[in-house]
């Protein structure tokens, strides 16, 4: 009997029974009992109806050579060929070449895995065959549910439609109702980060802004399946953090996602496992730490991995040849009459070329390619060029008896052009007048950053971002209220490469000509040296043409003052993004150092000794580099090499992407500074690795001690110093537990872009939105008395002040009674609610009265950390933080000892976590949880969508208990 399908939509069968939509290999289908006999290891540990299932999967391509596609060369050396040589059926030349061959493969609703191998080894293949894209040619594939794949930038779309026009029109080829795609375009919008690009055509779209709509329809089609073919690196880094809480939130939903990438870092941190694929086959499959790390054994052992890299400093710019025209002089603006000679001119040589490719090259051709179809046509050939030849010499006298049509050379058309047009602006770029800035909360910045600024600042603003040669068209049409500049060797994906820093050959005036025309619309400008105090001398010459200037090294301010002739210096130091610098992790961390940088073998002799203090310790407990300069040029690298001695310990190297991944990864870094008398300047990575919650061991410096004191930052000042650290840090799990604490909250507090960001502005001058510190609505299920007691004195020693309190009682709390809360809790606001009867009623009170953005939940049987409100607010900066809690958290044992519980959920996303340890965004609670918070010990959300913040500022017991516990559950800032 026919097998049915009802039970879940299948959408491919390749087994032979065509009438039943279930695979008979599938686990649970009525014919699978007898077919699951043949199946492979792979298959009988997932007996539970898995998302995807492949078995004996193999895919072919035939290279076929048709005659009518040959070439007449090729067409007169096989007529010497062996007879049958190379040839197919029909007398067709074609081999065969398995780009899949054997491959097993099961995934499991819910499971998140990665597909890495080299290029050519079947990855795309793989995931083609498993979205039904191609069919293979032995074995079978069968895929559960609805499948969304990106395999390829902008595939599908219509280049002449508008981007909400293709996703219309691929939402219903994925079998979506219009008022479906109605419902989710404003989502799909926002997440492709399109804007009013939305209504543009897709193929005025960048690569990047087709991947990001790709990706955006592709989740947004509520797929079962989603595959993923190395499209996730599409936008910056913002746009990447995004993407990775999105594919968090799959995995919570148990969706099934299939990512193949070249990004060990996100196979690492986003897969459950790994598959690596060589030459067609499985070559390992297991847990992505070990598979990626047999991989980049592989490719590091046979050279694969090898990559050019150059130091951070470009090198000159070559000369251009002496001989090279230059063109006349141009005047300084369009007109309407040059505009239409210079379209004339394009429009004429355009038709002529046209026609010349339609009379010569088409007609040769046409005749080669008949020659090429049978004997007769090939003995025509001879005949036919004649004739050819012929007709041109029939037409050249032809023309020139009629006279060819005027038109102007491009030299007369050169004649009057302007240097730099930009755009279409049809004037001189200076003269630019700007478009007034949209109004909002978020400034309008213009912007030349490095990719790594970029990435940081973007979420702080509204960056804008051009070229040299399209500033003014850009802020003509968008407008700025500020201009910043860093001291970038790049800028702007490279387009400002040789415009910003000084060089001995003068690359060009545009961004004088760009900070002239801020100056003139009124923008104020704003330049930032992140390289001093080592390159002060090579930006000073276009620091002096902005209104103020920020530098990264605080004893740089009297050099700037003196140099430009004004006050109006600032010491701006680097700092870390929440967005993408955050302590959530998804594994736990190697007891291993790690070191990440360059060895400089002929330069910074102090920076080599500091160096030794650190590596030759860590070398005996496991140490890893990875090395910047890793696979460089042997000419580049020759003067980076580390020692023998550290050799055995380099890695390779990491992009900056996959370095934020490791900095997750090991408990300890370790970090050598090159400035070390500087009170503002070191190393952004400390910074960066402090806010992912990983201590760091370094070497003396005057500007860690000055910003971070000893918050998580440890400094080593000899080879003993350096173990008696490692040792601590890597096997005492209690000291590095308040270490990592103390680092994440020194930073995530106080050296946030953020507060950056709201510095540049004052620097400049700008009125921005300052943002406010938001309110918390406090609840607490407290009766009058002594419970209410505990909870007013926990509000009342907290640091954080801008709070209000909700009180559900069974009691009545008289108005004297609430008054005299209220002046003990600083005068904040208290609102008392019945706790039972009225219930429903006094929930939907407390949404109507509440107005803080945050609700905190207490509890009379915890006691609180002075710092406990201001944590809390701290980690909603976190992305995709709507819930926090405390699963890790210090309890009273059953000998009244203060111990921590949980440890594994530290920094994780859970399940559940203790109702007295919830905050959530109001906005993200309803009456319904709002009453399991009140009743329930323990608060629960669906899915993995509670974040578990650090053990510290909470015990589950009475404040006399904890004090009398001993246990340092409080955590205090050390400097």
């Known amino acids: 009997m026919p097998c049915s399908g009802a039970a879940c939509r299948i959408r491919r069968c390749c087994c032979t029974c065509s009438s039943r939509p279930w695979p008979s290999f599938w686990p649970g289908s009525p014919c699978s009992r007898s077919a699951r006999a043949d199946l492979p290891s792979t298959f009988d540990a997932h007996a539970a109806a898995p998302a995807i299932a492949a078995e004996n999967v193999g895919v072919k391509f035939l290279i076929r050579y048709h005659r009518r596609e040959i070439t007449l060369r090729e067409t007169l050396i096989r007529l010497f060929e062996r007879p049958g040589a190379g040839r197919g059926p029909g007398g067709r030349w074609r081999e065969e070449f398995w780009a899949l061959r054997g491959v097993n493969l099961t995934v499991r609703p819910g499971e998140t895995i990665g597909v890495i191998g080299p290029n050519g080894s079947g990855k795309t ?5 498993l979205a039904g894209i191609l069919g293979a040619d032995q074995g079978r594939v069968a895929v559960r549910g609805r499948v969304g794949c990106l395999l390829s930038f902008g595939v599908g779309f219509n280049p002449a439609l508008s981007g909400r026009e293709n996703v219309y029109l691929n939402g219903s080829l994925l079998g979506l109702a219009r008022r479906t795609i109605d419902a989710r375009m404003d989502a799909i919008v926002a997440m492709s980060e399109l804007g009013d690009f939305i209504n543009a055509p897709v193929r005025t779209y960048s690569a990047g802004m087709r991947g990001r709509l790709g990706f955006a329809i592709a989740v947004h089609i509520d797929p079962d399946v989603l595959m993923l073919d190395e499209v996730l690196g599409v936008g910056d880094a913002a746009f990447r953090a995004k993407t990775g809480t ?5 995995r919570r939903a148990r969706k099934t996602v299939v990512i193949a990438s070249h990004s060990m870092s996100l196979i690492r941190e986003t897969c459950d496992r790994a598959v690596w694929l060589e030459k067609g086959t499985i070559r390992l499959e297991g847990p992505p730490e070990e598979v990626v790390r047999a991989y980049l054994e592989s490719t590091e052992a046979g050279g694969g991995a090898a990559r050019a890299h150059r130091a951070e400093e470009p090198e000159e710019p070559r000369r251009q040849p002496a001989e090279a025209p230059s063109l006349p002089p141009a005047p300084e603006r369009f007109d309407d009459q040059f505009e239409a000679r210079l379209r004339s001119a394009v ?4 038709l002529a070329q046209q026609q010349h490719l339609d009379e010569v090259r088409y007609r040769l051709g046409d005749a080669l390619v008949k020659a090429c179809g049978s004997p007769k046509d090939f003995l025509c050939l001879p005949g036919r060029l004649i004739a050819l030849f012929f007709a041109g010499l029939r037409r050249r006298r032809e023309r020139r008896r009629q006279g060819a049509p005027s038109a102007p050379s491009v030299g007369e058309v050169l004649e009057t052009a302007p240097l730099a047009p930009h755009l279409g602006t049809g ?19 213009a912007a030349i950053l490095d990719t790594f600024s970029h990435a940081c600042v973007a979420p702080e603003c509204d960056l804008v971002t051009f070229r040299p040669d399209n500033w003014a068209n850009v802020l003509r049409t968008t407008g700025a209220r500020l201009l910043l500049v860093e001291s970038a060797w790049h800028g702007n994906d490279g387009a400002w490469q040789y415009r910003i820093a000084s060089y001995p050959q003068h690359m ?9 025309c801020c100056r003139r619309n009124g923008v104020p400008t704003v330049f930032w040296n992140k390289e001093d105090p080592a390159h002060f001398d090579r930006f000073i010459g276009k620091a002096r043409a902005f209104d103020a200037v920020c530098t990264t090294d605080a004893l740089c301010v009297p050099r700037y003052k003196e140099a430009l002739g004004h006050g109006a210096v600032h010491v701006l130091p680097f700092a870390a993004q929440p967005v993408l610098h955050n302590p959530i992790r998804r594994e736990e961390r190697r007891r291993a150092p790690c070191f990440a940088g360059a060895y400089y073998a002929a330069r910074h002799e102090q920076r080599r000794e500091d160096m030794a203090m650190l590596l030759r310790p860590a070398m005996r407990f496991g140490l890893d580099i990875y090395d910047r300069m890793h696979g460089a040029p042997p000419k580049e690298r020759a003067d980076f090499l580390f020692p023998e001695e550290y050799r055995p310990a380099v890695r390779g190297r990491l992009e900056y992407g996959e370095m934020v991944a490791a900095y997750k990864r090991y408990r300890v870094f370790l970090n050598v500074n090159s400035v070390v008398h500087s009170p503002t300047m070191f190393s952004r990575r400390v910074f960066e690795l402090l806010a992912c919650g990983t201590p760091v061991i370094t070497t ?3 500007g860690i001690g000055n910003l971070l004191g000893a918050n998580g930052v440890f400094v080593a000042r000899s080879e003993a110093e350096t173990e008696a650290l490692l040792q601590k840090l890597l096997h005492d799990d209690d000291a590095w537990a308040e270490a990592s604490a103390l680092g994440i909250r020194k930073v995530l507090s106080e050296h946030t872009y953020a507060v950056r960001f709201a510095a540049l502005c004052r620097a400049a001058g700008i009125a921005a939105a300052e943002r406010e510190d938001p309110l918390v609505s406090v609840i607490a299920a407290a009766e009058p008395g002594e419970e209410l007691d505990r909870i007013a004195d926990c509000l009342r020693v907290q640091t954080y002040r801008r709070f209000e309190a909700h009180v559900f009682s069974d009691a009545p709390l008289a108005a004297a009674e609430i008054d005299a809360l209220r002046r003990k809790l600083g005068g904040a606001a208290v609102h008392r609610w019945p706790r039972t009867g009225a219930a429903a009623q006094s929930y939907r009170g407390f949404f109507d009265k509440a107005q803080g953005a945050i609700a905190c939940n207490l509890h009379p049987g915890f006691s609180y950390g002075e710092d406990y409100l201001a944590d809390c607010v701290m980690f909603f900066q976190v992305p995709g933080v709507a819930v926090q809690g405390k699963a890790c958290r210090f309890v009273a044992d059953a000998g009244g000892r203060i111990v921590p519980t949980g440890a594994e959920c530290e920094h994780r996303m859970v399940r559940e976590a203790p109702s007295g340890t919830i905050a959530a965004l109001k906005s993200s609670l309803s009456p319904g949880a709002l009453h ?8 629960a959300a669906p899915g993995e969508s509670i974040y578990s913040t650090y053990r510290y500022n909470c015990c589950e017991a009475p404040a006399h208990a904890a004090r ?6 409080t955590l205090r800032m050390r400097g």
């Open 125 to 129: 293949t793989l995931l083609k065959t």
């Open 700 to 702: 003396p410096s005057d």
């Open 964 to 969: 009398a516990g001993g246990a340092p559950w």
């Open 932 to 939: 399991a918070l009140l009743t329930q010990p323990t608060f």
């Open 508 to 516: 060009g005036d545009e961004l004088l000509d760009l900070a002239a």
């Open 246 to 250: 999105i594919l968090e939130r799959f």
């Open 347 to 350: 429009e004429y040589y355009t």
């Open 427 to 445: 004037c001189d770029p200076r003269q630019t007048v700007f478009a007034a800035p949209p109004s909002g909360s978020r400034v309008r910045v």
